[in-house]
């Protein structure tokens, strides 16, 4: 992933939907959709209830709602209630999934 260029910090709390460039990370609670250009991680502390659109995605807090992406990575502390629609899947021991997997194949 590139460097980040938005951040949110742990404590922050944010209604409403979120669109930011390049890559960005969030350690607050956000409800609403989070649409990132190129990525997206989400800190330990972080929860987003909302739908997630983004290129590569690394999960170490909590999503409830749908993910659609090219790459997701879900960390042992990562955890997922909601559809996931993504061509590579890399899940850690630990990590929790509840919901439907749809896998596609990139096109090159």
């Not at 460039?21 to 990132?36: F, H, K, N, Y």
């Not at 890399?90 to 990139?106: C, P, R």
Request: charged share 15%; no cysteine.
């Amino acid at each position: 992933m590139q460097a980040i260029s938005t951040f949110i910090a742990e404590g922050t709390v944010i209604e409403g939907n979120i669109k930011a460039p390049a890559v960005a990370r969030l350690d607050g609670q956000i409800t609403g959709d989070v649409s990132v250009t190129e990525g997206l991680i989400l800190g330990e502390k972080g929860i987003i209830n909302g739908n997630i659109v983004t290129k590569d995605m690394v999960v170490h807090g909590q999503v409830n709602g749908n993910i659609n992406v090219q790459s997701l990575e879900i960390k042992s502390t990562g955890q997922i209630n909601g559809e996931i629609k993504t061509a590579a899947l890399l899940v850690e021991t630990g990590a929790v999934y509840n919901g439907t997997l749809s896998m596609y194949q990139e096109h090159k």
